[in-house]
Nanobody, 123 residues
């Protein structure tokens, strides 16, 4: 089992920045690829970003490319999502997820999930 706890969400004005953190415990963190997903009210959960187990590969949704950056600190068992130039359409609950070794952009491929953190961007 991998336990995940997100933090860092909040209310921010459009154009502002937030950094989300996801702390992992349980299995060896460095064995797991990590993903960030988000879900807005009335919408399906969507992929945001992913990072490989050793951080040599990242992938972003087109909607956040150039504005968001995913990173990880394996000794600290933590993955981050730096969000810049935030827009009202970025408002959602953000979830981190873990998958053994290989990341995916499909939420159902991830067996481990955090509880989510709310991000609200005001216009």
């Amino acid at each position: 089992q991998v336990q995940l706890v997100e933090s860092g969400g909040g209310l921010v004005q459009a154009g502002g920045s937030l950094r989300l953190s996801c702390a992992a415990s349980g299995r060896t963190f460095s064995n797991y690829a990590m993903g960030w997903f988000r879900q807005a009210p009335g919408k399906e959960r969507e992929f945001v970003a992913a990072i490989s187990w050793n951080a040599d590969s990242t992938y972003y949704a087109d909607s956040v490319k150039g504005r968001f950056a995913i990173s990880r600190d394996n000794p600290k068992n933590t993955v981050y999502l730096q969000m810049n130039s935030l827009k009202p359409e970025d408002t959602a609950v953000y979830y981190c997820a873990a998958r053994y070794r290989v990341y995916s952009i499909t939420s159902r491929d991830y067996p481990y999930w955090g509880q989510g953190t709310q991000v609200t961007v005001s216009s």
